[in-house]
């Protein structure tokens, strides 16, 4: 038979990758715990006795109230199609069309997604730039408060927590500027479900106050791919009474009708296993990692755990972030390097590797890392590499379009030379790395903004959101 995404799953599986990359629960290591019956078996439907989703009455309604209790929340619904569209759902739960929100440059996409079905519109903040380390960071307090100076009508903000390098932002102190102003704190905490259950952790968006959050329990619980928590906060109904009743009426527009009971019980699972385990193996994890660490940098490795910014409260010190620019590669030649060693990272930029840990791995899992990592110091690289500088513009883009009047308009593929005036349209484009769109539907598109990208572009980095053929989406004029 001709079966090439089944034939490409069991070859991946056949090269037995140690994997430092989501999901959390690695190849099922901790599932031996889940039940006596295969997930198979467990893929049913809503009959007698198996509650359903879209109005939890029974099993599901009594998971979800234990989730909420665990994860510190006033209600906790379960998504199945990931926190992409647990984010969708918060933002049209907040925001309404014409709701100014305020945003960071390097949001997830998911969010311009929930741009576009909210009929919200952008507050572009830009985060802090670490030239240094080629790094964006996070947006500091000081830029929130500039952004509610200039758009005190903004509805709310919404921030990512933590971003995929372990940094967290000031969240603490950003909800405490918000809510000032009576505006909603939203976080996309896709990569932070754990964070909640040790101390030594930065705090989660629920100790933070937040009013609206989201999960990937996937990510670093030991759950099923696109099995998320969509919470919402314990202080919020007094401020907004109705809010429940959104949150409640777009989680069951946006979830399938047929939603996946494996995906459902992995969600109860990781819930009971962090709860009644997760203080003790966060311990063990964060304990092979400070070993990690310090065998790494014995390499040469710059493994980042003493990196300070202003903007950046905390690290989150279960994610590995592994700076080998100074050994004269790039992050993509050392993931490829690892992965010939039997070493699967999770992604890599100019500068670095980025690799998941969680409670699922082992110590041997990192005595293999670390002999893995020996293969990247004995490479001859390019010593040159660590002083390459990709050019990196401040400026926001005038928006001329509405995220939803961009993405609803009629659009045309040119080449990038002759974009200059155009509004850009369909999809962002920008360089990667960073991976930060340089232009968003709807923005109008500049000679210095299309300079930027073809010297980026020069310099190695790919240019994301074009056709096949390197063209540009712009709005039809």
């Not at 952004?147 to 009508?153: C, F, K, L, T, V």
Request: net charge negative; hydrophobic share 35%.
């Amino acid at each position: 038979m001709n079966m090439p995404l089944v034939n490409g799953l069991t070859e991946y599986i056949s090269r037995n990758q140690l994997p430092f990359h989501i999901p959390g629960h690695k190849g099922g290591r901790l599932f031996p715990e889940f039940s006596s019956f295969s997930l198979a078996q467990m893929d049913l439907t809503e009959i007698s006795g198996l509650d359903n989703l879209q109005s939890p009455e029974g099993i599901i309604r009594e998971a979800q109230q234990l989730a909420a209790k665990v994860f510190q929340s006033d209600a906790c619904f379960f998504v199945v199609n990931g926190s992409t569209s647990g984010i969708h759902a918060m933002m049209m739960a907040a925001f309404q069309s014409g709701d100014k929100v305020m945003i960071p440059r390097n949001c997830h996409k998911s969010v311009w997604g929930g741009l576009i079905l909210s009929g919200a519109e952008p507050v572009f903040i830009q985060p802090e730039y670490d030239e240094k380390r080629c790094l964006y960071t996070h947006v500091s307090p000081e830029r929130v408060e500039q952004a509610i100076h200039e758009n005190p009508n903004a509805k709310g903000m919404l921030i990512t927590n933590p971003d995929y390098y372990g940094l967290c932002p000031q969240l603490s102190e950003i909800q405490r500027i918000l809510a000032l102003h009576g505006m909603k704190l939203l976080v996309d905490e896709a990569h932070g479900p754990h964070l909640i259950f040790h101390p030594d952790l930065p705090p989660s968006a629920a100790q933070c106050n937040a009013d609206l959050w989201v999960q990937s329990a996937h990510k670093t619980l030991p759950a099923l791919t696109q099995a998320a928590y969509l919470h919402v906060g314990n202080h919020t109904n007094a401020l907004d009474t109705h809010l429940m009743e959104r949150v409640t009426q777009y989680h069951r527009l946006l979830q399938s009708t047929s939603p996946s009971y494996p995906i459902m019980a992995s969600l109860d699972y990781a819930r009971a296993y962090m709860e009644e385990q997760g203080e003790e193996t966060l311990d063990k994890l964060l304990e092979y990692l400070v070993w990690t660490r310090k065998e790494l940098r014995t390499l040469g490795i710059d493994t980042m755990e003493s990196y300070s910014r202003p903007e950046v409260c905390q690290i989150d010190t279960t994610r590995l972030v592994l700076d080998i620019s100074e050994l004269g590669l790039t992050g993509f030649q050392g993931e490829e390097i690892l992965r010939q060693a039997g070493i699967q990272v999770e992604m890599s930029d100019s500068h670095r590797l980025v690799l998941v840990c969680t409670v699922a791995d082992r110590r041997v899992d990192f005595k293999n890392l670390v002999d893995a990592c020996k293969h990247l110091s004995t490479h001859i690289g390019d010593r040159e590499i660590k002083s390459r500088k990709l050019t990196i513009s401040r400026e926001i883009p005038r928006q001329m379009l509405s995220p939803k009047e961009a993405f609803a308009g009629k659009v045309e593929w040119i080449s990038l030379k002759h974009a200059m005036g155009r509004i850009c349209g369909g999809t962002p484009v920008g360089p990667y790395p960073p991976g930060i769109p340089k232009y968003y539907p709807g923005e109008l598109i500049t000679a210095s903004g299309l300079e930027e990208l073809l010297e980026n572009q020069g310099q190695g980095a790919q240019l994301f959101g074009l056709s096949e053929e390197g063209k540009i989406s712009v709005i039809l004029e």
